[in-house]
């Protein structure tokens, strides 16, 4: 323990900086690590991307013994062993998808004390051979990641899980954490009392994610509107998630014929298929991938530059998960949401087929604060970390469209008087369509029929056009001066407050998004100028070549985070490759030559320097 270590640093930071290759912790990393060094209990939630596995893999280093790492997913060991392999970790994996002469050489392993680190599925738990094995050898920690699936009450359960509430008693000497980036208070008591955690030392991080840029557009014609966002964003690696498998596949199709490279994910393509594209995605080898909310469990890809949702989520918890996959390295990531109203009837549907009354009353109040979400002018961060029970300090968050100055407020009073006066005027009978063709004065049918020809707000708002005010009735009802009544054939009604200020004299603003904007939006830390942007694609090149020879995805070889310091600093000498984020000694001695080389045949290449030619 701490053989080598350069004066005045502690072990768990020379482990740190040496294995990892990181300067610092990140925040609450250091406090689970070192109550786990002092053998205690951790019950700890952390964010997606907030660096759950070095909290179990560094101690794991410096105590005596295995680590036992339970993970629910095959597909995520596979990747998490390949990370710690690439830094040098003696780490495997026993799950089903291994044949029995690998096991049994796991298990000599396992009896000889060669592994640091063994990722397990709970259900090897229930297995006798298993148990006696651990018996048999000294044990350092038991680490429990995804530890929600133990609770009936998270939203993933596994009956498996349970099995893991014998650790307790049959390791009593043993340290057990516990990791999850989802859990209400009452998963997390629920967690700690199942599995019997002995007085734990509870973390709770915050859910901020403060890489991650929010946005809501209008949605309208959303595949163009796709389209122009890819061109913004080539070459970096994306999900767009849609909510049906048949608009997962026309989205795909329509992308593939527009030249973009994008494969599809949904629990309807056989298993092969499904596993190729995610793997095909993993790996870079193509950047985008268009699914269904059943993808991104299963991977841990670190580069994810976007995620973009083209329909309207169910509940925002979801959401929250699902924009989590992007931006885990910390660099810039952009979250998209695309939001019509229009989406709303086709979630009700299926809400409407929930039998129990009180079930349905849950999910619809949680598709309604989906739409608020999406429709008020409130910071988005805020919104979401209020969700989640946490108050965001800052004014501004710097990084949502809100805060960003991507809406602007403007005057609305007029046109949301015509709307309103339309609505008072044929009795607060009518759903949105309609109500917009009597402003418009449409010549239609229905519209004479009902004589709505002859009231005095018909045509008043003939001058726009039909985007115009839909955009002011979506305006009117975020800020629920009017609000749609019924299921089927919903119509607008006024409430209370409209009723005031349609013959008030107040000032009505609302949200105008600035479409032209939109771009250049991204200038945060992180950004790479042109030049870097050439030095980037190159390392990339280099990071895809050791990977194909190792058969491993790219981000376990180095993040885009550590090839993006390398483009802002060049290194070309050891020491100074050192100093980058996510270099340890492994890394350095197995890929920095080849890294150092590409710097430096780009610094002193002809196409470095500036200009052209
Ligand atoms: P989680 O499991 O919490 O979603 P991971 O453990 O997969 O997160 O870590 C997310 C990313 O953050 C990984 O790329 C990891 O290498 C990186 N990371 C973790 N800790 C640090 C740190 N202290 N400094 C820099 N990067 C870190
Ligand atoms: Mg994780």
Not at 196 to 201: E, N
């Amino acid at each position: 323990m701490g053989a080598g270590t350069t004066t005045g640093i502690s072990p768990v930071h020379h482990t740190l900086r040496t294995v990892f290759g990181f300067e610092s912790f990140r925040p609450n990393q250091e406090m689970i690590v070192s109550a786990i060094l002092n053998k205690r209990d951790v019950f700890a939630v952390m964010p997606t991307g907030g660096g759950k596995s070095l909290c179990y893999q560094l101690p794991a280093l410096l105590l005596q013994g295995t680590t036992i790492i339970i993970s629910p997913l095959i597909s995520l060991m596979k990747d998490q062993v390949d990370a710690a392999r690439a830094n040098g970790i003696a780490a495997a994996f026993m799950n089903s998808s291994l044949g029995q002469r690998e096991i049994t050489d796991l298990y000599r392993e396992l009896k000889s004390n060669r592994l640091k680190i063994l990722y397990i599925a709970p259900e090897r738990f229930a297995m006798p051979q298993f148990l006696e094995t651990l018996k048999g050898i000294p044990l350092a920690l038991f680490a429990i990641d995804e530890a929600h699936c133990i609770s009936e009450w998270g939203h993933d359960f596994r009956p498996d899980y349970l099995g893991l509430s014998a650790i307790p008693t049959l390791f009593p000497g043993v340290p057990v954490a516990a990791f999850t980036a989802t859990a209400t208070q009452k998963v997390q008591q629920d967690i700690i009392n199942t599995i019997g955690l002995r007085t734990p030392r509870v973390v709770r991080a915050s859910f901020n994610r403060p890489n991650l840029f929010y946005q809501v557009e209008a949605k309208s014609g959303v595949e163009e509107q796709l389209l122009a966002f890819l061109k913004d964003h080539e070459k970096e690696a994306g999900i767009i998630y849609r909510t049906t498998r048949d608009s997962v596949d026309a989205t795909a199709a329509f992308l593939a014929s527009r030249g973009i490279r994008a494969l599809a994910y949904h629990a309807g393509l056989p298993p092969e298929a499904r596993e190729r594209n995610q793997e095909a995605f993993n790996r870079d080898e193509v950047s985008v991938i268009v699914a269904t909310i059943a993808f991104g469990m299963g991977i841990d890809k670190s580069n994810v530059r976007f995620v973009v949702h083209a329909d309207l989520p169910r509940n925002i918890e979801g959401y929250y998960q699902e924009t989590g996959r992007a931006g885990r390295d910390g660099e810039p990531a952009h979250c998209l949401l695309y939001f019509s109203r229009g989406d709303i009837p086709k979630i009700r549907y299926f809400i409407d087929q929930v039998q129990d009354d009180a079930e349905r009353a849950i999910v619809m109040e949680k598709l309604n604060q989906t739409v608020r979400f999406a429709s008020h002018n409130v910071c988005r961060r805020k919104q979401l970390l209020a969700f989640f029970g946490e108050a965001y300090p800052e004014e501004n968050c710097r990084a949502c469209d809100i805060c960003t100055g991507l809406v602007r407020q403007t005057d609305i009073s007029t046109d949301a008087r015509i709307i309103m006066s339309a609505m008072a005027r044929t009795n607060e009978r009518f759903g949105i369509n309609h109500v917009i063709d009597v402003v418009m004065g449409a010549d239609t049918k229905r519209v004479r029929e009902l004589g709505h020809d002859q009231i005095k707000t018909f045509g008043a708002g003939r001058h726009r056009d039909k985007m115009h005010w839909r955009f002011i009735v979506d305006e009117l009802l975020a800020q629920e001066l009017i609000r749609q009544d019924g299921d089927r054939y919903p119509v607008l009604k006024l409430t209370p407050k409209g009723a005031t200020l349609l013959t008030g004299q107040e000032q009505i603003s609302g949200i105008k998004r600035e479409e032209a904007k939109t771009k250049g939006r991204r200038k945060q830390v992180g950004d790479l100028g042109s030049s870097d942007r050439a030095l980037f694609e190159r390392l990339r090149i280099v990071r895809k070549k050791f990977a194909e020879e190792q058969e491993v995805p790219p981000f376990v070889i180095f993040s885009d985070r550590t090839l993006h310091e390398m483009c802002r600093h060049f290194p070309t000498t050891e020491s100074d490759m050192r100093q980058i984020t996510g270099v340890g000694d492994v890394k350095l001695e197995r890929y920095g030559r080849e890294f150092i080389e590409a710097i430096r045949a780009y610094k002193e290449g002809p196409a470095h320097g500036g200009d052209e030619g």
